[in-house]
């Protein structure tokens, strides 16, 4: 996760929704500046939260209803790939990170 530039990160969390709270206040965000990926009912508490809500393909239909997005692609298979190219296409920064790892 480190060579993504992700520094905070939780494993085997049950209650997902403090543990999202905590990482958003270490980094100074708000669930407002926030997005998830989620595909089963203990991921609703976070989707409900956060500004872009997603699910991959496969994910439960309940959650679905919920997304902003739901990903082409199923999870393992390129969902989470998909939102980040959403996501940096929506910020105008995919052409720039494009070009740093081509270097």
Known sequence: LKALGITRAR???EDKAPAAQEILQTLG????QAAAMGDDWPDLAVLRRVAL????????AEVQ??????T???GGDGAARELC????TAG???ARFWHEAMQ
Do not use: E
């Not at 190219?85 to 940096?88: F, R, S």
């Open 29 to 32: 965000l708000t669930w407002a």
């Open 11 to 13: 494993f085997g969390t």
């Open 65 to 70: 209803a919920i997304a902003h997005y739901v």
């Open 92 to 94: 105008g920064h995919y």
């Open 85 to 88: 190219d959403l996501v940096l």
């Open 53 to 60: 809500a997603c699910a991959p393909a496969q994910a439960h």
């Open 72 to 74: 082409q692609r199923r």
